[in-house]
């Protein structure tokens, strides 16, 4: 079939599709957050509490969506390409699989990567009875346990949790403005997320004692089912456009800790015409000049 291509007609409609051209500096990722035909009510609390986290940068789909995403993608891509998301979170459960979490992320409104995850305890937001933060905060993301730098599996989970929960980029970071945790910890083959509150204490000092109170979601989750992209697909998705890369500089180099170094090139200079400082030591005798001038007499001395 043959895509025609319409101009907008309206300002909006221009307005509209100027937002979803591509840009050199993107965009916030969004989220959108489903639930499955089967969704019980765990995971309808799960996708609630993530929501909350994660607003104002998430859709939330109260309608349930029957759609199995590791069978079918198309439903997926459609949502992604009509709400503009790029990261999703699918919730379901069934016999096979109880209380399951689909998380992933796009390429062009495509699949990239698809990590399944099964929730084996939690602990929602309104159990936890601590003042939480307010909406849009953005979290510091702590990850604890050497499986995340070893595994390939869970090295793709580390990258795609990042993804999911790093919020805007800021250009500056202001002290009393991280007052948020997320904490994962991989053991055992468990995952382990924990969300905590910065409390920052009175020290007696201009450094402040720092407290963590946890404020909930709490989860404990399994690693199911993956969905990996290949290695040229995903250095593809990683690849930055040339208005991003600094241009190279001629005779300038860097070292390990941002240090400047810059070459200079000179005409080759002549040391003997030098100029010093008139020392005795450094001065000539007679008998160096009469050999530098071609060996003629010194001139005499005047007579008394």
């Known amino acids: ?37 089967n969704a019980n009510l765990t995971v309808t609390e799960v996708l609630k509490d993530i929501y909350a986290v994660k607003k104002p940068f998430a859709v939330l789909y ?13 439903s997926l891509e459609f949502f992604s390409k009509k709400s503009d998301c790029s990261l999703f979170l699918f919730g379901s459960h069934n016999k096979k699989r109880p209380n399951n979490l689909i998380i992933g992320r796009m390429f062009d409104y495509h699949v990239l990567d698809m990590i399944e995850l099964g929730v084996e305890k939690f602990v929602s937001l309104k159990e936890i009875k601590n003042s939480k933060c307010p909406e849009g905060t953005k979290p510091m993301l702590i990850f604890a346990g050497d499986v995340f730098d070893v595994n390939e599996e869970y090295r793709r989970l580390k990258s795609l ?15 009393a403005g991280l007052e ?45 089912r993956t969905h990996l ?20 500089k ?22 003997s015409k030098l100029q010093t400082r008139k020392v005795k030591g450094l001065k000539k005798r007679p008998a160096e000049k009469s050999a530098e001038d071609g060996g003629a007499t010194p001139k005499k001395s005047k007579s008394a």
Not at 194 to 204: A, F, P
Not at 232 to 244: A, E, I, R, T
């Open 1 to 37: 079939s043959i895509y025609c291509y319409r101009k907008p007609k309206t300002k909006r409609a221009k307005r509209f599709l100027e937002k979803r051209e591509p840009k050199l500096n993107e965009n916030t990722k969004n989220a959108m957050l489903i639930k499955g035909g």
């Open 62 to 74: 109260k309608r349930k969506n029957i759609t199995r995403p590791f069978e079918d993608q198309t």
């Open 161 to 175: 949790l990042i993804d999911f929960f790093r919020g805007p980029t800021v250009p500056n970071i202001r002290l």
């Open 180 to 224: 948020y945790v997320l904490h994962f910890t991989a053991v055992d083959g468990k995952i382990y997320m924990r969300s905590y509150k910065v409390l920052l204490k009175k020290s007696g000092c201009k450094i402040p004692r720092i407290e963590l109170e946890e404020m909930g979601p709490s989860l404990d989750l399994v690693m199911r």
């Open 229 to 248: 992209a290949s290695d040229d697909l995903y250095k593809l998705s990683m690849k930055q456009p040339k208005g991003l890369k600094p241009k190279k």
């Open 250 to 271: 001629k005779n300038i180099s860097h070292d390990a800790f941002g240090t400047t170094y810059g070459r200079i090139h000179m005409q080759k200079q002549d040391l």
